[in-house]
């Protein structure tokens, strides 16, 4: 009894310093971005001050933030659709087909996703710069598919291996075929998985940096570039930083609760059988 209270207390103890790790930093940055400069730079945290809307005025109105918003949502929803499309039946058809060699396929699609992205930029700037797409949407959309896939394949391919099989037999007795059976069997049942698959791929694209950085012009870059326009060579504006990483953070916990359902449900498919 007194072990299983012990554990109990550790387990509280262990969730809250988590919640203080994650929960202070942005509380930081929130109470930042109400700041003036001189509450911002005084000594110690200071909790009482008088709230002002100027750095998100500054960033909505000079800096025009909303502009990289829009960039952000369309290479994440491009990028995240691309992935699904092509992972998708790549995941089913590992989970499902005869392949020959497709532990093989299987590793070198993970193997993509462990290549540092620093190795790839110079390649793809080089790539997009003869195809003259460098500076748009097409490239950033390309350059984030790459991380995205095998994420999509892997995830994918384990949550179509956790179905019965027999579902799928039944349908290609019916006649369906396995294309019908992929698309009427297969795809719905897995719907819960392949929310949260979608979901990590517009986060990973939301917050990715150093495509944005290299492959991007100067009408398609993303939030990550606009929050880090804030650091200059001297000095930081982290009045406007903040309210820019504020502006950054509700689309991510907006889309986070609205798919908390589906999160929960798709990161949780398979783990329990009987």
Known sequence: MKTSRGWSIASYAVVGAFLVGVLVPIAAVVLNSFKRPNDIFSSGLKLAFTPTLDNYSKVLGQLQFQDFLVNSALVAAGSTVLSIVVGVPAAYALARLPIRGRELWAGAILFTRMVPAVALVVPMYVIFQRL????SYT???????????????????????????????????????????????????????????????????????????????RGTQTVPIGVASFIGTVSVDWGGSSAAAVLAMVPVFVLGLAAQRFLVRGLTFGAVKG
């Open 132 to 135: 003259e797409l460098l500076g």
């Open 139 to 217: 490239a950033l959309i390309a350059a984030h598919t790459t991380f995205n896939l095998p994420i999509v394949v892997w995830m994918m391919r384990s949550f179509f291996e956790e179905l019965p099989p027999d579902l799928e037999e039944a349908a290609l007795v019916d006649g369906a075929g396995r294309l019908g059976a992929f698309l009427r069997v297969a795809v719905p049942l897995t719907a819960p998985g392949l929310a949260a698959t979608s979901v990590l791929c517009l986060l990973f694209s939301w917050n990715e940096f150093l495509f944005a950085l290299v492959l991007s012009g």
